[in-house]
């Protein structure tokens, strides 16, 4: 069965520093792979997915995924921490050839970011 | 096209009212998804449907929780009767199978039940 787990509920950086959100994925075929954000009182939206074409994916925002398929994982980064990116964040896999049309979402993580 | 939307945006009412939420999926998608979201549990999924057929209400908490799909255009969920417990956003999403199952949130409903 699919599962997604990210690690940490809760990150804090420093405005400018390096952000890393960490997601871990278990799928018994090649998956796709999404992040999303959730702003304070909105909707979840896409930062990016993996759909099997380049490994490393740019997203809105400065934002980043690099798939690791030899450690199922798909890691989001950005190089300086911004005020407005304090928000919730969501890893989901959905597999590839699936039929049932569901992503399975992490807990997601916050990310609080310091003056 | 405008995106997912869902009406009321927010809603107060008293234990033991019926509630009903509305959306409308982005035109075109095959699949919708209700969600709710709290503090406590995360984002569950309540149930989905695929092509206005309900595929999987496992998610569904209880039999005062119902949901509908009368055509491509338009769901809604039904709480009857309401609890303090079901205060919550409740979020609808729709996808397009070939587009990777990516899924497109609409703005949610917080509903407050009292």
């Known amino acids: 069965a699919q599962s997604v787990t990210q690690l940490g509920s809760h990150v804090s950086v420093s405005e400018g520093a390096l952000v890393l959100l960490r997601c871990n994925y278990s799928?018994?075929?090649?998956?796709?792979l999404f992040w999303y954000v959730q702003y304070p009182n909105q909707g979840l939206q896409l930062l990016l997915k993996?759909?099997?074409?380049?490994?490393l994916v740019k997203g809105i925002n400065g934002f980043e995924a690099e798939f690791k398929k030899s450690e199922t994982s798909f890691h989001l980064t950005k190089p300086s921490a911004h005020m407005s990116d304090a928000a919730e964040y969501f890893c989901?896999?959905?597999?590839?050839?699936?039929?049932?049309?569901?992503?399975?979402f992490g807990q997601g993580t916050t990310l609080q970011v310091k003056p | 096209d405008a995106g997912v939307i869902q009406s009321p945006r927010h809603e107060v009412t008293e234990m033991g009212q019926e509630v009903t939420l509305r959306c409308k999926p982005i035109?075109?998608?095959?699949?919708l998804f209700w969600y709710r979201q709290t503090m406590m549990r995360g984002l569950e999924l309540l149930i989905y449907?695929?092509?206005?057929?309900?595929?999987?209400d496992s998610g569904m908490p209880e039999d005062r929780f119902s949901a509908k799909m009368p055509n491509a255009s338009f769901s809604t969920l039904k709480i009857q009767p309401s609890e303090p417990r079901d205060s919550a956003v409740y979020f609808c999403?729709?996808?397009?199978?070939?587009?990777?199952?990516?899924?497109?949130f609409g703005p949610g409903t917080r509903l407050t039940v009292l």
């Open positions: 999403a729709s996808s397009l199978l070939i587009l990777y199952n990516e899924q497109f």
């Open positions: 799928s018994s075929v090649p998956p796709y």
């Open positions: 993996y759909t099997s074409a380049a490994t």
């Open positions: 989901a896999v959905s597999e590839k050839g699936s039929n049932t049309g569901k992503l399975i």
């Open positions: 035109s075109g998608h095959d699949y």
């Open positions: 449907f695929n092509n206005n057929v309900p595929i999987d």
